[in-house]
């Protein structure tokens, strides 16, 4: 094949690999738009009917049902991540995480995340608790997410254990321990029907987690 030739291949199956995504994020906004109208146990038939098309249209972007949970997981988890690394960055933490009060760090990170339980309860609803899709533990897109935001929390934290004389390879675990505290808080708050403003319960929240931090580091201190 002539060189002429191979660049007019490549450049066919490079706009043909953008169509196919371009189409797949089309699709998935539909789902998205599915969701928030039927609610986190829409149908196939209700997305495609939102998407204007066939559910075989939609079974060859995004595979089975299971494809088009991880493709909405995926859309969902960087919305998510890009909205907490954005509201830790306006602490400052980013630039120097010891110096940073852990609770204004805390307030930003839980308010970035209860906004998107409140503000698209079904959405949430649908990547929590996947319907009628069994997830593989190692491709569990909601595991996966945890863990991004963790690993980022855990920077901080180790920060503030190292300055405070704990040992920062406990970071890891707590940080995890941390994600796991709100989001099991987040699942209790939005099925409430007299919940409280999001406000007050990040304060709360952030609070209760503070407190426990700066005792875990005095009550070393004291010891020492």
């Known amino acids: 094949m002539t060189r002429s030739r191979m660049h007019r291949v490549d450049g066919r199956d490079a706009r043909w690999t953008a169509h196919r995504?371009?189409?797949?994020?089309?699709?998935?906004?539909?789902?998205?738009?599915?969701?928030?109208?039927?609610?986190?146990?829409v149908g196939m038939d209700e997305i495609a009917a939102e998407a204007g098309t066939s559910k075989t249209v939609i079974?060859?972007?995004?595979?089975?049902?299971?494809?088009?949970?991880?493709?909405?997981?995926?859309?969902?988890?960087?919305?998510?991540?890009?909205?907490?690394?954005?509201?830790?960055?306006?602490?400052?933490?980013?630039?120097?995480?010891?110096s940073v009060d852990p609770r204004s760090v805390l307030i930003a990170a839980i308010d970035s995340y209860l906004a998107l339980v409140e503000n698209d309860p079904e959405?949430?609803?649908f990547v929590t608790r996947p319907p009628q899709?069994?997830?593989?533990?190692?491709?569990?897109?909601?595991i996966g997410l945890s863990a991004?935001?963790?690993?980022?929390?855990?920077?901080?934290?180790?920060?503030n254990l190292r300055e405070g004389g704990r040992d920062e390879a406990l970071a890891p675990i707590l940080a995890a321990?941390?994600?796991?505290?709100?989001?099991?808080?987040?699942?209790?708050?939005?099925?409430d029907?007299?919940?409280?403003?999001?406000?007050?319960?990040?304060?709360?929240?952030?609070?209760?987690?503070a407190v426990g931090l700066n005792g875990?580091?005095?009550?070393?201190?004291?010891?020492?």
């Open 21 to 41: 995504e371009e189409r797949r994020m089309q699709l998935t906004e539909s789902a998205l738009r599915a969701i928030r109208r039927h609610g986190a146990g």
């Open 59 to 98: 079974y060859r972007h995004l595979g089975d049902r299971l494809g088009l949970y991880l493709a909405v997981c995926a859309s969902v988890d960087r919305l998510i991540l890009a909205d907490f690394s954005a509201a830790l960055d306006r602490t400052d933490a980013a630039r120097r995480p010891s």
């Open 123 to 125: 959405v949430y609803r």
């Open 133 to 142: 899709v069994q997830v593989p533990r190692d491709s569990d897109p909601v």
């Open 148 to 159: 991004s935001i963790a690993e980022r929390l855990s920077d901080l934290l180790a920060a």
């Open 177 to 191: 321990g941390l994600v796991g505290f709100v989001r099991e808080s987040a699942d209790s708050w939005v099925t």
């Open 193 to 209: 029907p007299q919940r409280v403003p999001r406000a007050e319960i990040v304060e709360q929240l952030a609070e209760f987690a």
């Open 216 to 224: 875990f580091i005095e009550n070393h201190q004291r010891e020492s």
